[in-house]
T-cell receptor, first 117, second 116 residues
């Protein structure tokens, strides 16, 4: 079956512009995660969705970052007024969830490489 | 808060030699532990996971890892590496919850180079 997909694969934007990154999780996966991978900070958690709600937004670095998920499926991560320090690879992951499912691993997409110039 | 330490930033191994990548974690309760591999330009692929039970877990591509609670370690091993194993390896700990799915905290990664 299809894995997690992300688009675009690469995005170059000018400082101050807004960007939207998209994630299509594995069909049927109710949990969705966004992570950021950068040279200076390694792999960092950003936000977690359970269905359409986000019980854990603790990793969002500033109020310029927001995310939503609709229909329990596709998620969009939006970065407003981008800064150079936002340059990173943004990874999305999805997983099954629920007591007794016995499956807790997160499956990762290929990522979106964001470059802010 | 949980944390993961991978003390080796870069390891070079000859093809056919054995491999051990170190991982130490800090977490108050029984952790969920994972090893992921990332090839250049690729996303993360799960190699293996530990949730409970047998402390020696087998994964894909001939990898195994052993959970040692007394040492707070979850080292990754492979008896004989192949050139295709060259990649970045990440150890991660999951907080776990009633649902068992929460954010992963990753180590800084170990880059593995294979020499002929």
């Amino acid at each position: 079956g299809a894995g997690v997909s992300q688009s675009p694969s690469n995005k170059v934007t000018e400082k101050g512009k807004d960007v939207e990154l998209r994630c299509d999780p594995i069909s049927g996966h109710t949990a969705l995660y966004w992570y950021r991978q950068s040279l200076g900070q390694g792999l960092e958690f950003l936000i977690y969705f359970q269905g359409n709600s986000a019980p854990d937004k603790s990793g969002l670095p500033s109020d310029r970052f927001s995310a939503e998920r609709t229909g329990g499926s596709v998620s969009t991560l939006t970065i407003q007024r981008t800064q150079q320090e936002d340059s990173a690879v943004y990874l999305c992951a999805s997983s099954l969830v629920g007591v007794g499912t016995g499956s807790y691993e997160q499956y990762f997409g290929p990522g979106t490489r964001l470059t802010v110039t | 808060a949980q944390s993961v330490t991978q003390p080796d930033i870069h390891i070079t191994v000859s093809e056919g030699a054995s491999l051990e990548l170190r991982c130490n974690y800090s977490y108050g309760a029984t952790p969920y532990l994972f090893w992921y591999v990332q090839s250049p330009g690729q996303g993360l692929q799960l190699l293996l996971k530990y949730f409970s039970g047998d402390t020696l877990v087998q994964g894909i591509k001939g990898f195994e890892a052993e959970f040692k609670r007394s040492q707070s370690s979850f080292n990754l091993r492979k008896p004989s590496v192949h050139w295709s194993d060259a990649a970045e390896y990440f150890c991660a700990v999951g907080a776990g919850s009633n649902f068992g799915n929460e954010k992963l905290t990753f180590g800084t990664g170990t880059r593995l180079t294979i020499i002929p």
